[in-house]
Each structure stands twice: as structure tokens, then as C-alpha cells.
């Protein structure tokens, strides 16, 4: 019997079985989820370590602009064209599998970006520094999906969205942290080696992590009855699901086209405010407070839509308040000496956009059961990053020169850019896309539908069988 509950009986916390239709618990879980967060942490570090400090990493490597800001969207571009077999990875190879082949492309990666500082006479320093981010593109690809498919297998219903929003907030904080250490490591180009050596560490660290502590992708006990029927689909059987489930489609099209718009508002913040006045480091905090206020409101969201099963209404209302806080962005964004305001807005953005972001890929396997969570979250990301490209695209070629604008505090050299144009289409695609989903997006909540109809006949076949973790409404 002590091969049927599973391995490590000492490492489950305290919960009867009945039988083998009973559910449990391993504590090993969180070593999991702190694994997957670690990962997806050193993963968005490595992605931004050079956007802080392009000029000194241009001169001193003797590269373009253009070259430099390539260092970061090969990240986007990377997923796009791999976002598919990535999510084939994770449903068909597991979870175990899937991270340790990210942390191991991550650790690769950043070794291979400290070769033109170490050896001496490298010839095309470009090729080694874009080799190394393809390689921690290929490893966010692999583990940028996997937040949903954690909390799935291994947390019961009551503690899924606080683990999705766990892991998810590791990626943010990982950006957060490469926009304040940059700067402080690299003054001038010698000390570009320190700052490569410094993200290398974290990645080294994680990739053992994962190596030694991760030794199965699913417990031997489901906690749950969703997670008994997780990635029941085939792969493309589920990707056929997903295409005919209009409210998945829905939901994929906004929510993908919101990240999307986060994506671009990132990368092109710096360009929008240094036209109207506003300096570099002004521009550091506001994104630096867009992914702090963040994190801090997925941390209070979690919790609630983890008792409440809120998660249609959190995301709906979620969405909302972000067209409002894209609008106020717009609008003073083209103003001067308004820093107060901006820095205002670029909080209410990170405060309400990546908080629901956990919710809403929640809600993307509530809809999407019995297809695998890999596959229903990794196709959402995916179409993010298309429309990220697209909606970027769109919006620098919106930009007009404007020659006049002395105040502009942009790159010498370079006529300043009038993005009024630019950041209206984004505040308007951010109202578009939370309109189609507001009035359009309905379904029912079929993960948790099964589970509660399979808790039933449970507890029917084996009466007096309790689950210590089991929310109290379905506690016998």
C-alpha cells in the first residue's frame, strides 16, 4: 500500500485517503513552485540586463542602437516562433523535463554572453551576445507557461491562484531587479564583465536547483480531481479544443492583446516621456513603480479570487481599471513637468494590469477543461507576443519628428519623436480589447465543475473520507 499513496509518505502533510479515489497534499510542492519562480526570475533578469546600460554596452562592444535594443526582442521573437513547441514540451514531456531543460538553456546562455569579455580578440562580440539570448529566449519559452501548470498539479483548489500568482510575479521582479542592478554594476565598459558574471551566478544557482530537487512532474497523489484529469487532451486535439471554444478565443484575443500592450509600453516608455522632458531616470522609477504596485496587487488578488472563485468578474473589472489608467497615461504622458501624475498612472497601470494577469490565466483553464494548462496559457502568451510585435510596430511608425520640441531631453543627435499619435492607438486598443471582453466573455468554471462533481461521487463511494487541506464548503 505504501507504493500506491506514493513515494516519501514523510513529506505529505496529514490528510486521510480513501482508498486510491482520495486526494493529498505534499509539502515538496512549494520546493517546486520556489524552483519554477527562481527560474523565471534569473530568466526576465538576463532578459533586460543590457536595456539599462545600452550606451555603455554599445561603445564598449563598438555596436548600434539598433543592435542593442535586438538584445531584448529576440526574446519576443524567439517565443513567438517556438511558443507551440514549447507548450508540446510541457503537456507531453512533463513539468520536471520542461524546467530543467530551462534552467539549463538559461545557465547556458548566460555563460555563452561572457565569452567576448574573457577571451581576448573576439571578433564578432554581437554573435556571442545574441547567442547567449536566444538560448534564455528559448528558456523563457519553456518556462513562461509553466506558472498555471504548477499550481494545477500540485496545489489543491483552494491554494491554485495564490500559486499562479506566485510564480507569475517572479517574472516582473526579475525585470525590477535587472533595472536597478544594471545601473549600479556597469559605469563604464570594464565593468560589463562584473555584471554579466553577477546575473551568471543566480542562473548557475537555480540550474542545480532544479537538476537535484526536482524529481517528478506530477505527485503521486493528485491533490485534486482536476489535477487527476490535467492534460488529458492530446496536444493537438487540444489546440483544436482551444480554437472552437469561443470563450476561449475571446479571452485569448483581449487578454494576449493586453500583454501585448504591456510588452510595448515597457520597451518604448524611455522614447515617449524623453520627448516631452522628462529624463532617463525619471523614466527608470515609472517603470521601476509599474512592476512594483504590480506585484503588490497580484499579492492582495490572489488570495481573495483563491476564496471567492472570483475569476471572471476580477479580470472583467481588472481590465477596466487598466483602459482608465491607460487613458490618464495618454493623456499626461503628453504634458510637461507633470512628473507626479505619471509616475500616478505608471503605478495604477502595474497595480491593476499585472495583478489580474495570474487571474485571468486561471480563468483561461477553468474554460479551456479538460485541455492541458501548458497548451491554454502558453497560446495566450504566444498571441501576446505576436500582437506585442504588431502594436509596437504600429506605434513607432505613428511617431513624427518634431525638430522643435528644445525641452525634449532624448539622445543627442536624434530629432525627438512625437508619439501623441502612438500612445492614443494604445489607450484605444486597451479600451477595445476590455469592451470585446466585458460584454462578449462568458463561461462556466468546468475544472472546477468536475472537481466538485467527482468530490461528490467520492465521498458517496467512501463516507467519513476528509482531506485536511479541503476548503471548509466541501469538507464532509
Request: glycine share 8%.
Amino acid at each position: 500500500m505504501a507504493g500506491q499513496t506514493g513515494a516519501d509518505p514523510g513529506l505529505a502533510e496529514p490528510g486521510a485517503l480513501c482508498a486510491q479515489q482520495g486526494h493529498r497534499t505534499y509539502a515538496r510542492r512549494w520546493v517546486f513552485l520556489l524552483v519554477v519562480s527562481l527560474v523565471s526570475c534569473s530568466n526576465a533578469m538576463l532578459w533586460l540586463s543590457f536595456a539599462p546600460v545600452a550606451d555603455i554596452i554599445a561603445e564598449h562592444f563598438v555596436l548600434s542602437m539598433v543592435q542593442i535594443n535586438w538584445l531584448s526582442l529576440v526574446y519576443l521573437v524567439v517565443s513567438t516562433l517556438f511558443g507551440l513547441v514549447a507548450i508540446w514540451v510541457l503537456d507531453s514531456v512533463g513539468l520536471r523535463g520542461a524546467t530543467i531543460l530551462g534552467s539549463w538553456l538559461n545557465f547556458a546562455g548566460s555563460v555563452l554572453r561572457i565569452v567576448p569579455c574573457v577571451v581576448v580578440g573576439t571578433q564578432n562580440p554581437f554573435a556571442f551576445l545574441m547567442g547567449g539570448q536566444s538560448l534564455c529566449a528559448l528558456a523563457q519559452s519553456l518556462v513562461i507557461f509553466s506558472p498555471a501548470k504548477v499550481a494545477a498539479l500540485w496545489f489543491p483548489e483552494h491554494q491554485r491562484a495564490t500559486a499562479n500568482m506566485l510564480a507569475t510575479i517572479s517574472n516582473p521582479l526579475g525585470v525590477l531587479v535587472a533595472n536597478m542592478l544594471s545601473p549600479a554594476l556597469v559605469k563604464k565598459g570594464e565593468d560589463i564583465l562584473l555584471m554579466l558574471g553577477v546575473y551568471a551566478i543566480p542562473a548557475g544557482v537555480v540550474c542545480l536547483l532544479s537538476t537535484i530537487c526536482l524529481r517528478e512532474s506530477v505527485p503521486p497523489t493528485p491533490p485534486s480531481a482536476g489535477a487527476a484529469s490535467s492534460t488529458s487532451e492530446k496536444f493537438l486535439d487540444g489546440l483544436k479544443l482551444l480554437v472552437r471554444n469561443k470563450a476561449y478565443v475571446i479571452l485569448a484575443v483581449c487578454f494576449g492583446g493586453c500583454i501585448g500592450i504591456s510588452y510595448s509600453f515597457s520597451t518604448l516608455l524611455q522614447q515617449i516621456l524623453c520627448a516631452n522632458g522628462y529624463s532617463s531616470g525619471f523614466s527608470g522609477l515609472c517603470g521601476a513603480l509599474f512592476i512594483a504596485f504590480g506585484i503588490l496587487g497580484a499579492l492582495a488578488l490572489g488570495p481573495y479570487v483563491d476564496r471567492t472563485k472570483h475569476f471572471t468578474e476580477a479580470t472583467k473589472i481588472g481590465l477596466c481599471l487598466v483602459s482608465l489608467a491607460c487613458m490618464a497615461f495618454a493623456l499626461v504622458s503628453l504634458l510637461q513637468g507633470q512628473a507626479l501624475a505619471l509616475a500616478t498612472t505608471c503605478s495604477l497601470l502595474g497595480l491593476f494590469g499585472f495583478s489580474v494577469t495570474p487571474v485571468a490565466m486561471e480563468l483561461a483553464v477553468e474554460c479551456s477543461f479538460p485541455v492541458g494548462e501548458g497548451a491554454a496559457v502558453g497560446l495566450i502568451f504566444v498571441l501576446g507576443q505576436v500582437e506585442g510585435i504588431f502594436i509596437m510596430l504600429a506605434m513607432m511608425a505613428l511617431t513624427v519628428q518634431c525638430s522643435e520640441r528644445s525641452f525634449s531631453t532624448c539622445q543627442q543627435g536624434e530629432d525627438p519623436l512625437d508619439w501623441t499619435a502612438s500612445v492614443l492607438l494604445m489607450a484605444g486598443l486597451c479600451n477595445l480589447f476590455s469592451c470585446i471582453l466585458v460584454l462578449f466573455f462568458h463561461t462556466s468554471y468546468w475544472r472546477l465543475q468536475a472537481e466538485s462533481g467527482k468530490s461528490s461521487s467520492s465521498q458517496n463511494a467512501c463516507p467519513g473520507a476528509e482531506d485536511q487541506e479541503s476548503p471548509p464548503e466541501t469538507t464532509p
